[in-house]
């Protein structure tokens, strides 16, 4: 599968604008801030497919992203505490409105900082994802800010913050070394085989 062949395609600020899903989906979930568009980038080899903000809430669409089997779904980061209700209102009803249409989800990647507990909100989008039976693993980012004794121990309390959600795949990942990268791209690539053949 060439991960590197990718185009942007698309931006919806409403869910009325959602293009058709013609392709299976992998799609990237996960708090503002939260390195998502620095996986999307790392993933395909690009510098700035996904604009990387130094200002957090920036993305405020959902984009797609052609590649050839596939389309890279990124959906806008929630949980900004300085955006205003009524965006934050949008934002609910555009992601709530991609997730619950017909689309071909063969993947949500949820993104959470290895570095921090899991956030409401985080354990909001887990339980809906795990209560849905959605096809979803977790990508721990930035494992490169943590020494070894560090990340040994976040990798413990997370197995105990993650509890509830019994049996879900944690991959760590590090956008500045690529480590961890290896391991993402075979769980799409099962992902959407699985996906295909039972089509």
Not at 86 to 108: F, H, P
Not at 161 to 183: I, K, W, Y
């Amino acid at each position: 599968m060439n991960f590197n062949e990718v185009s942007f395609e698309f931006a919806a600020g409403k869910a009325n604008q959602l293009p058709p899903s013609s392709l299976p989906e992998v799609v990237f979930s996960g708090h503002s801030n939260v390195g998502k568009s620095s996986l999307i980038n790392k993933l395909v080899q690009r510098k700035a497919l996904a604009r990387v903000s130094a200002q957090p809430g920036k993305t405020a669409t959902i984009n797609f992203y052609r590649l050839g089997e596939f389309r890279m779904v990124d959906l806008p980061g929630y949980g900004y505490a300085k955006v205003s209700k009524t965006e934050k209102q949008r934002w609910a009803e555009l992601v709530e409105g991609y997730l619950s249409s017909q689309r071909n989800i063969a993947l949500i990647i949820q993104i959470i900082d290895i570095r921090h507990k899991p956030t409401k909100d985080d354990y909001d989008m887990l339980r809906f994802l795990y209560e849905s039976n959605a096809p979803f693993v977790i990508v721990l980012t930035k494992k490169d800010k943590l020494k070894k004794s560090a990340y040994e121990k976040r990798i413990e309390e997370i197995m105990d913050e993650l509890g509830d959600f019994e049996g879900v795949t944690l991959l760590p990942f590090s956008a500045v070394n690529g480590e961890g990268m290896d391991d993402i791209k075979e769980v799409i690539e099962e992902y959407i085989t699985d996906f295909e053949e039972e089509e």
